[in-house]
């Protein structure tokens, strides 16, 4: 029971990390022309660049996702074929995983072409790091003898 309880944990991070790639990608696009400044934030665009390589690595070399890997074990360790997972579990699976046959070259061509936006992105919007913003309450400076000029 706990096998699949974690398996399901490890299906919604999975689809949080793809959802943070896609949803970001498509943000930083609405984001370009309508001049939003959030979307060239350093750590952001870094750490979206960074996933979306991992990815398209990944399919490139044919290695298999980590995370695919780990819940098709807890899978196996819960004694769970994939019409007993629970619905939620289900359903992310459903919404997450697309097998067509013989799948290997349509997905390095769509994590290719997806890092490849990002790249361009990148380079069109590059980031920025944070400027400083001047204090807005000035500290007072110090009293000068008012008496003595006067």
């Known amino acids: ?16 990390y793809v959802s943070y790639v896609v949803l970001g990608e498509l943000l930083i696009l ?3 022309p309508l001049g939003w400044q959030w ?13 979306i390589l991992i990815v398209a690595l990944e ?27 629970s619905f939620i579990g289900g359903l992310m699976d459903t919404m997450f995983f ?9 997905w390095m061509w769509i994590y290719g ?6 790249v361009l992105t990148f380079i069109v919007a590059p980031p920025r790091r944070r400027r400083k913003v001047a204090s807005a309450v000035q500290l007072p400076l ?6 003595a000029s006067l």
Not at 41 to 49: A, C, E, G, K, V
């Open 30 to 32: 609405v984001g370009i």
């Open 59 to 85: 399919a490139v070399v044919g290695f298999e996702c980590p995370l695919t890997t780990w819940e098709t074990q807890l899978e196996r360790a819960a004694g769970m074929n994939p019409n007993d997972r």
């Open 113 to 118: 072409g997806a890092a490849a936006l990002v």
């Open 98 to 106: 697309w097998t067509p046959a013989d799948d290997s070259w349509i």
């Open 39 to 51: 979307i060239r934030n350093l750590w952001f665009r870094l750490s979206h660049l960074v996933m």
């Open 1 to 16: 029971m706990w096998y699949g309880i974690v398996a399901d944990v490890i299906v919604a991070v999975h689809l949080a």
């Open 142 to 147: 110090p009293a000068h003898n008012v008496t």
